[in-house]
């Protein structure tokens, strides 16, 4: 994960894109799949450029430049999910979000670069950034992050990954993943699709779904037990995790 010190946050606190099913490979359309729908069953009600500021927004939140940073309009069940060598599992929930955004001042950064891109197609929100820690040095850490959102505009699931050869989800031909085999999660996860986008690792179609898909499983297991795994994956996090996903 980007940020080794949201231990104390936490503390004081692949894939073909599926359709709005309950099942990664089904065919049901969104209307009849219901609160199970995915993520791409979500329609923009606002202008680009509110999903362009939301996702804005919360890089803004990590920047120590931002003094006056308010939160984005986050979902009551918000999911954050980094993918290797992140730690998976980073953010669950408005509250554990917003705390975390909070603390994360304590291990200042500032984030540069910043391309964020307005898609009809969910995921809307779409981002390259640049990292910059005071702790290591002014190395940049390049990140490529994905925003989802219920129809109120509120975000519902951040995705993230080291925009390194190898780790991104991108190509040279298709910079922001817009082919329908791009390995990104949200579109998978029953619920994204639901108006409200509230996720529920209990709900029977996010169980069916999440036995035929080894990630989906991942993420239903880690929302049951979201301080517990999060510590341990930190635990577990080798010295090189900053090495390999910022490519120094």
Known sequence: MRFPLLAVCVAFTTLSVGACTAAPDAVTPC?????????????????????VDASLAYF?????????????????????WEWPPWLLLTGYGREQMESGDLLLRLYPSIVEDRDCQFFDAAPFGRCRVTFVY???????????????????????FIEAWSDQPGLRPTSDD???GERADTPRLSTRVPGLGARDGLLDPEDPAFVQAAEGDADLAELRARMQDFFGTWSQALADAGDDLWSEGCGW
């Not at 803004?60 to 954050?80: E, S």
């Open 31 to 51: 209307a009849a799949a219901g609160d199970a729908a995915g993520a791409s069953c979500v329609t923009a009600t606002l202008p680009a450029s509110a999903y």
């Open 60 to 80: 803004d939140t990590m920047d120590r430049r931002v003094t006056d940073a308010g939160f984005p309009a986050y979902a009551d069940r918000v999911v954050r």
């Open 134 to 156: 005071d702790a290591h040095q002014g190395q940049g850490c390049p990140i490529y992050e994905e925003f989802s959102f219920d129809e109120a505009g509120d975000i519902t």
């Open 174 to 176: 298709d910079p922001w």
